[in-house]
């Protein structure tokens, strides 16, 4: 399956500045990863949308969720698809305490050492699946 | 009359959440520009997804208060999961429909000029909406 992508869902929240880390690190991997990642939109997938359900379970699929709601892999779930992998933003703050997303539209220069951290850790853990595969 | 007043004290503002589009962060900051500085005490929002997933108080919310919904694209998700679980909005809004050809629309983070332009407008668009409603609702 040479041509499966990486497909990340991030969380939708706009009322707290984590819901913006999340989107920024999904964009960041997009970014470093072109062609191999991609983004959907949650509330398309949430609501049924066909094209969007196929997208995540024909490829691999990654939940970026912002806090313990877990909306985003909460609706993957019920999409019929688990996860290849599943992250809490609140998590990597709490180990990350010197790195604070600040605002909800910029998120500032901790937010951006945040997301910088994450989407590190997340291509790694990609590039794991990625190797486990060709074994 | 303390239940009337109690409903239209608030306007429920519902963004697209449209991660995979610019149209999506345009929707979400012309939404948040609304609910903290143009008109902080007149309204509130709603998480899209968790609406749709089932949030018991959001759709309760939205089905005793006037929503406005804040679309990126024609599918229209916020318009739809509203009607479909509260009743008909009060006014929807698609940020397309403030495109202009000439407009730049790339980005989904960091925007230009043209982005920031479309997300003022949108803003004021939902403070006149907001003000309407009250207005007429609380006649």
Known sequence: MKDKKFIIIPC?????????????????IIKQKPGLAETACLALLTSGDKETIKKINDN?????????????LKNTQACGKIPDKSYMILKFAAENRDMKPEGMVDIGEGGRALVKTISKKIISDMDEILQDEKK | ??????????????????????????????????????????????????????GEGDRMFAKNHPVITVDGCEK????????????????????RDFIKDSDEIKNKSNLNEDEKRIASEVTDAISLKVDDILKKNNK
């Open chain 1, 12 to 28: 939708s929240g706009i009322g707290k500045p984590i819901g913006t880390t999340s989107r920024e690190t999904t964009y960041e």
């Open chain 2, 76 to 95: 229209l998700c916020a318009k739809r999961a509203t009607e479909k679980y509260s009743g008909k909005v009060a006014c929807s809004i698609n940020v």
């Open chain 1, 60 to 72: 691999y699929c990654i939940t970026l969720d912002g806090c313990a709601k877990h909306c985003a």
């Open chain 2, 1 to 54: 009359m303390e239940e009337n007043e109690k409903k239209l004290s608030k306007v429920g503002i519902v963004s697209c959440s449209g991660e995979d589009f610019p149209e999506g962060t345009i929707s979400r900051l012309a939404t948040l520009e609304a609910l903290h500085h143009k008109k902080p005490f007149d309204t509130t929002t709603i998480c899209l997804p968790l609406f749709i997933a089932g």
